[in-house]
Each structure stands twice: as structure tokens, then as C-alpha cells.
Nanobody, 122 residues
């Protein structure tokens, strides 16, 4: 059974930083793409960033380019999202996701975490 557990969310002032972590269990994920989505109040869930199993491919949404960095540690089955220069519009619940497809990881991944709240105060 696949389980994804996010951590690292919280309250931060605009311009600050947070690092989210997502620990995966239930199988070996080194060949799986891992990614992050977010959902702000009253909005649809949106793709934020994803990374291939080897780390050779990374994709992210334009609104976070230059500010957010996704990485992974396959020895720990963990994916990270380093978020710098946070803005109030980054406030959302952030979800970790896993899929064995680089196409589905950006749109409809098979496995989801429970989410972690990130609140950026202005």
C-alpha cells in the first residue's frame, strides 16, 4: 500500500522560505516521478513541480520558476520542495504526488498525500 506523508508546512512572512518534505512508503520509488500540487481557497488544485525518478527531468509551473526548487533523495524515498521568496499568493494546501508516468504526474497522478498547509502572511 502506497503512503505519502508531507511535512514542513506552516506560517511564514512574505519573502521567507519553507522546505516541504514528502516521505513515500509501500514500494521502491526510484523509477517513479514525484511531484507537488497546491490548492488555494476557492481555487482548483494546480500542478507546481515534478521530478523524474533519476532526477534528470524537472518541470514546474511558471509562477514558481526561480523561487521553488524540487529535489529528491531516492535512498530515503523522499521528495522535497524548497520554497524561497514566498508570496501571499503561494498560500495553499500543498500535496505530494507520485506516478510512474511523466505525463500523468503533471495532471492526474495515481497516488496523493494528505496535504500540508502553507500560509504566507503579507
Amino acid at each position: 500500500q502506497v503512503q505519502l506523508v508531507e511535512s514542513g508546512g506552516g506560517l511564514v512572512q512574505a519573502g521567507g522560505s519553507l522546505r516541504l518534505s514528502c516521505a513515500a512508503s509501500g514500494r521502491t520509488f526510484s523509477s517513479y516521478a514525484m511531484g507537488w500540487f497546491r490548492q488555494a481557497p476557492g481555487k482548483e488544485r494546480e500542478f507546481v513541480a515534478a521530478i523524474s525518478g533519476s532526477g534528470a527531468w524537472i518541470g514546474n509551473v511558471d509562477s514558481v520558476k526561480g523561487r521553488f526548487t524540487i529535489s529528491r533523495d531516492n535512498a530515503k524515498n523522499t521528495v522535497y520542495l524548497q520554497m524561497n521568496s514566498l508570496k501571499s499568493e503561494d498560500t495553499a494546501v500543498y500535496y505530494c504526488a507520485v506516478d510512474n508516468s511523466l505525463v500523468r504526474i503533471k495532471s492526474a497522478p495515481a497516488y496523493w498525500g494528505q496535504g500540508t498547509q502553507v500560509t504566507v502572511s503579507s
